[in-house]
């Protein structure tokens, strides 16, 4: 990282836009040498950060500053940093203490105590690597799983990669593995990175695509699929946006076909990430952008039994409170299907498999025809428990504002009766007038 840190020492090229302005790589430079310099004259390199996440520029300054001096970083959300439980329940899961520090602190801000007995966290340091910690989501009532990254593995792999864009945003939340992305591949490429620390809206999302000439937009398909709902897509606002991505939950092929159509000068880019192997290099279908395929020049791959192996150099170093899978093929947990020309589609979690009667589907494959009901803006499947047949489907619709409920059920029961097998067809009708999305943008299946 070294090499890449004495690049920025005399760049014009902007860094960071901002509320407060314009930041220059050459900006970002003289701020983390300041910052480098007192990490060197205040803390070992075994002592940890935990810094409260934002995506803002002195962050990306205190984070990289981390990576630099070879620290053990966590950035934490708000709402955690915040909280005394998490605090603990970090600090016995990864067998760590940390030095917390504030969006509006800095290192000169805090004490001088930290330490971890963690055999990853301290290889990481021994190894002399940039270590980066994050966490999964903790749904699904499984605990949180901390895992750890080294930032040389994710600056090798955007070397390796040909730079694609000059301007992007800084869309994802910054404590996930697509927020911290989003950083490490603008600084490998020096490209421009806008951050707003408002919460992101369609309408405040294309605005500033407008206004800061943003041509590489990173998301999910839940939130594009809101954007296409709100009407936000205009081809006069999009008119600099040259490529969209998105990923970390499956898409629905109708929803981007559907954006294609309204913007059909930009390329689509589906790409495949988890938080223990980052997000993978991949080109997409763009007849059906909910099919891509993997670079296997950088990674590598299999689907056994419907389920989906990895193996790539941006694989976690481990997880800190967890049971790490051997070498090698990191099964992913998600299913996925292969095409004859080589595309993959994935279907959600191999968790999500619905059984009934020895019937297996996944609630995609229902997701994706249903959604084509006239009226229909979104949809989300899931079987619940009943004790008398074991599982029934519960389908959640979200209906457009101008269509009748009434005429919308009985539409839709023609539909089922005639268009899907009858195993697929749903028990339980929900429809609803708001959008079910989570704070990270992703598809609340929350009944």
Known sequence: MEELY??????????????????????????????REHLKKTFAHTQL?????????QTYVKFVSCLLEKHCVFMSATYQF??????????????????????????NDISNASATKNPIILQAIQDKLSPFLVRTSGTSGNKFKFICHSAEAFVRKYLQVQNHFQTTMAFSPADTIAGIETLMEAITHQNTLVSDREKMTPLKVSELIEKEQIDYFQTTPSFLNLMLISKAFSQEKMKMLKKIAYGSEPALSSSLLAIKEALPHIEFKHTYGMSEIGILSTTTDQNDPARFKFNQDINDFKIEE????????????????????????FKT?????????????????????INLAGRK????????????????????????????????????????????????????????ETQLPSFMCPHKILVTREPFITSRFKKDRKI
């Open 361 to 416: 589907f996944y609630p995609y494959e229902v997701e994706d025809l249903l959604i084509r009901i006239e009226g229909a803006e979104d949809i989300s499947v899931t079987a619940e428990k009943n004790a008398l047949i074991g599982s029934v489907i519960v389908a959640k619709f979200l209906l457009a504002a101008d269509y009748d409920e009434q005429d919308f059920r009985e539409r839709l029961k023609v539909f089922c």
């Open 82 to 107: 915040v909280d005394p439980e998490f605090r603990i329940l970090l600090e016995n899961e990864t067998q760590s203490s940390f030095i917390y520090i504030a969006a509006e602190e800095s290192f």
């Open 6 to 35: 004495n690049s920025w020492k005399h760049s014009s090229k902007i860094f960071n836009i901002s509320e407060s302005g314009k930041k220059t790589y050459a900006d970002f430079f003289n701020d983390l040498e300041k910052s």
């Open 49 to 57: 950060f935990v810094l409260e996440a934002s995506n803002d520029y």
């Open 333 to 353: 947990g998600d299913a996925a299907e292969l095409d004859g020309d080589g595309h993959i589609k994935i279907l959600g979690r191999t968790d999500d498999l």
């Open 306 to 329: 419907g389920a989906l192996f990895i193996k790539t150099e941006t694989r976690m170093l481990g997880y800190l409170n967890y049971v790490n899978q051997a070498p090698g093929w």
